[in-house]
């Protein structure tokens, strides 16, 4: 019985430092979204749409936060199907000048790789030199190696045009760009 309880007081601290952490990987220390590679924090931020809390987002990456190696990721905080994130990235990939030809090829690779999303869901995204490879809470689910493909997706979040500047100022951790 005394071992049980210990055993129980261990997991029930473990836990309460896991809430005060607040579930995530983002600390200030380095995240290795995949083997081998170890980032370093940049930034957090949060999207919104009409007011809503869509996701919170958190940024690390090598020696320049824009280039790869890079890791981003999505803490979703509402229910959203995976096509309808499919959907908002091809728009927003089309709106930093991706061609059509190529937004067909990779709305199909899309659709394949993003899962549909409860609230405490993540999605990170990790930027490689060849292309991007994306897990699902904390597990492997796919990758798109085309280099063309991984600029314009992490472009979303972090290129000047972005749809949301205060965004990418957060992840980045600049004042204005």
Same mark, same amino acid.
């Given at each position: 019985m005394r071992q049980n309880g210990k055993k129980f007081l261990q997991a029930f601290i473990a836990s309460i430092c896991l809430l005060l952490l607040g579930g995530?990987?983002?600390?200030?220390?380095?995240?290795?979204?995949?083997?081998? *590679? $170890?980032?370093?924090?940049?930034?957090? /931020?949060?999207? $919104?749409?009409?007011?809503?809390?869509?996701?919170?987002?958190?940024?690390? /990456?090598?020696a320049n936060p824009q280039q790869p190696p890079l890791a981003l990721q999505l803490t979703y905080k509402r229910n959203i199907a995976g096509q309808k994130i499919v959907d908002a990235s091809?728009?927003? *990939? $089309?709106?930093?000048?991706?061609s059509e030809q190529s937004l067909k090829v990779w709305e199909v690779q899309m659709s394949q790789i993003f899962p549909d999303v409860k609230p405490g869901d993540q999605i990170t995204g990790v930027y490689k030199p060849g292309g991007a490879v994306f897990l699902y809470n904390n597990r492997e689910v796919g990758e798109i190696r085309d280099p063309e493909f991984a600029r314009f997706f992490f472009a979303i979040w972090l290129d000047p045009r972005t749809s949301a500047p205060s965004l990418r100022q957060s992840l980045l951790g600049t004042k204005s760009s």
């Open positions: 995530s990987v983002f600390a200030n220390d380095a995240y290795e979204p995949v083997s081998g *590679m $170890r980032l370093a924090p940049y930034g957090k /931020g949060e999207f $919104r749409r009409f007011g809503f809390l869509v996701y919170e987002a958190a940024l690390w /990456g090598g091809v728009q927003e *990939m $089309r709106q930093l000048g991706a």
